[in-house]
């Protein structure tokens, strides 16, 4: 099983109140299903958080977390949270994209207009999702990852073109793979 690097784990990043954080402390005590935002205006993000929200008590009784990383600053990651409930979910900012970066995360105008990309836009719009201004890099594309308390790394996916999301279940089911592995090397924990 893959692990993430030690280098990503040490990516400096920014709560909503603009404090510095470690990257790893999203996994430190619990498998955590990292959520990449491209920023906190995009109605496609808000759309992806939006259904992963109501499987949080899932994720939780599974034994993880979910926490969002987005390029921009607090006030858009606190409006982010506030605009889609989720006040209960860890945010942080990666303005410099490092760990984007260093999880292979694509960025460029073409992921953009990808045909596939306009078609994700107007499901997002018509299923109810608004576009709040560009608050980060729009050049920038998302992706999840679910990493166990070990740092194994269960779960990949980066979204080819602006509006790919893995399936809910799919993330769900990461989470728990990611909390049987951390049992598996922790017995008794």
């Not at 990043?13 to 935002?37: I, K, Q, S």
């Not at 990651?77 to 209960?88: E, M, P, R, S, T």
């Not at 994700?120 to 308390?149: E, I, P, S, T």
Request: hydrophobic share 45%.
């Amino acid at each position: 099983m893959d692990r993430v690097s030690t280098e990503f784990g040490h990516v400096e990043v920014l709560d909503v109140e603009g404090r510095p954080h470690r990257l790893r402390e999203a996994w430190a005590e619990r498998a955590c299903a990292l959520v990449f935002v491209r920023h906190f205006g995009c109605l496609l993000c808000r759309e992806q958080v939006a259904e992963l929200r109501p499987h949080l008590q899932e994720i939780r009784a599974a034994g993880g977390d979910l926490v969002v990383v987005g390029t921009g600053g607090p006030n858009y990651a606190k409006a982010f949270q506030k605009d889609l409930g989720i006040l209960d979910v860890e945010l942080y900012i990666d303005s410099e994209r490092r760990a984007y970066d260093l999880a292979g995360f694509r960025r460029g105008v073409t992921a953009l207009i990808h045909p596939r990309a306009v078609w994700n836009y107007l499901r997002a719009f018509f299923g109810g999702h608004k576009y709040k201004g560009m608050q980060g890099d729009a050049l920038q594309q998302g992706g999840v990852l679910v990493v166990a308390v070990d740092g194994a790394l269960v779960f990949r996916f980066a979204s080819k073109v602006s509006g790919d999301h893995p399936e809910v279940e799919r993330v769900v089911a990461a989470v728990k793979e990611a909390t049987r592995v951390a049992e598996l090397l922790n017995p008794g924990h």
